[in-house]
């Protein structure tokens, strides 16, 4: 997997969560008007998936989603964003706004084999040692350091709709209210959609109720979908869901973890964890040597 494509979609910057606080009010509704949304059908073509976008929700292409992450929240330029999904009711700019950015890994067919074999709280506790362990080189970097406090929604794998969903709640160094990471993967014939929600964690009911629509407005062209994976064709990738919870792979070029983007309530700070869950890699890569043994 592309350690840019998962860990770079969505770095959030402290300064530029301070300019966006800064910037006078019209500035900041003037912004908010220039943005075009899309309502209905939305084909995400790189990803040979669609988005049907339905009422109470609209769509942002890539390019204004661009300019929300890079302009308006201080984030630094990526290429990977493929869109943003914005609810009607908690516009972007309100008290309570949240919003799902869309990226697509294009790393192959992710086997779902080991998804009644996994322990998630053996997996929230390595998510929480590699945290800790990544926070001396945060605070190097000039970040504040980060604890996960735990799951806000305990991971979920629909074999139905091939989908895994789930949330981690964390604690900001210096910050009063704790942070939700919301994570959808959706499991395609050559890779995932990833759409992930970014909130306040006392927002986590309405987040909650907007993702199970977000989860249904999302899939696959014809010839795409997961089941339609051929064995003897397609690219298979080297892991599997486990690694999807706990961060993902970057092979070939060692083992690393996403933590993810992470906004305090009211997007007044915001703050990123880039240094990886490295014990979550290392012991999900050697179970998997140990299974090939």
């Known amino acids: 997997m592309r350690l840019r494509a998962f860990c770079a979609a969505l770095l959030l910057t402290l300064s530029g969560a301070a300019a966006a606080q800064e910037t006078p009010d019209a500035a900041v509704q003037q912004f908010l008007d220039s943005l075009k949304y899309r309502t209905g059908q939305v084909a995400i073509e790189s990803a040979k998936a669609r988005l049907n976008v339905k009422d109470g929700y609209r769509y942002l292409d890539a390019a204004d989603a661009r300019r929300v992450?890079?302009?308006?929240?201080?984030?630094?330029?990526?290429?990977?964003?493929?869109g943003m999904v914005v609810p009607d009711a908690d516009p972007l700019g309100s008290e309570h706004s949240w919003a799902v950015v869309l990226t697509y890994s294009g790393d192959g067919y992710v086997s779902d084999e080991d998804a009644k074999e996994i322990d998630y709280a053996e997996l929230l506790a390595d998510m929480q040692e590699g945290m800790r362990e990544s926070n001396p080189a945060l605070k190097e970097a000039g970040y504040p350091t980060a604890d996960l406090v735990?799951?806000?929604?305990?991971?979920?794998?629909?074999?139905?709709?091939?989908?895994?969903?789930?949330?981690?709640e964390l604690k900001f160094e210096g910050t009063d209210a704790n942070t939700l990471?919301?994570?959808?993967?959706?499991l395609g014939r050559y890779g995932y959609?990833?759409?992930?929600?970014?909130?306040?964690?006392?927002?986590?009911?309405?987040?909650?109720?907007?993702?199970?629509?977000?989860?249904?407005?999302?899939?696959?062209?014809?010839?795409?979908?997961?089941?339609?994976?051929?064995?003897?064709?397609?690219?298979?990738?080297e892991y599997g869901l486990a690694a999807l919870v706990g961060g993902?792979?970057?092979?070939?070029?060692?083992?690393?973890?996403?933590?993810?983007?992470?906004?305090?309530?009211?997007?007044?700070?915001?703050?990123?964890?880039?240094?990886?869950?490295?014990?979550?890699?290392?012991?999900?890569?050697?179970?998997?040597?140990?299974?090939?043994?």
């Open 69 to 82: 992450l890079e302009e308006f929240w201080g984030n630094p330029p990526d290429d990977t964003v493929l």
């Open 181 to 186: 990471n919301y994570d959808i993967r959706a």
């Open 193 to 237: 959609l990833s759409m992930n929600a970014i909130a306040g964690v006392g927002d986590l009911d309405r987040v909650n109720a907007g993702m199970a629509d977000i989860l249904a407005m999302a899939e696959f062209e014809p010839g795409a979908r997961y089941e339609e994976f051929n064995a003897a064709t397609d690219n298979v990738a």
């Open 150 to 168: 735990g799951w806000a929604q305990a991971p979920r794998y629909d074999a139905a709709t091939h989908q895994l969903f789930w949330a981690k």
């Open 248 to 293: 993902g792979i970057a092979a070939k070029s060692g083992l690393f973890a996403k933590i993810g983007v992470l906004l305090a309530k009211g997007w007044k700070l915001i703050a990123i964890a880039l240094f990886g869950l490295v014990a979550v890699g290392r012991k999900l890569f050697a179970k998997k040597e140990e299974a090939a043994a």
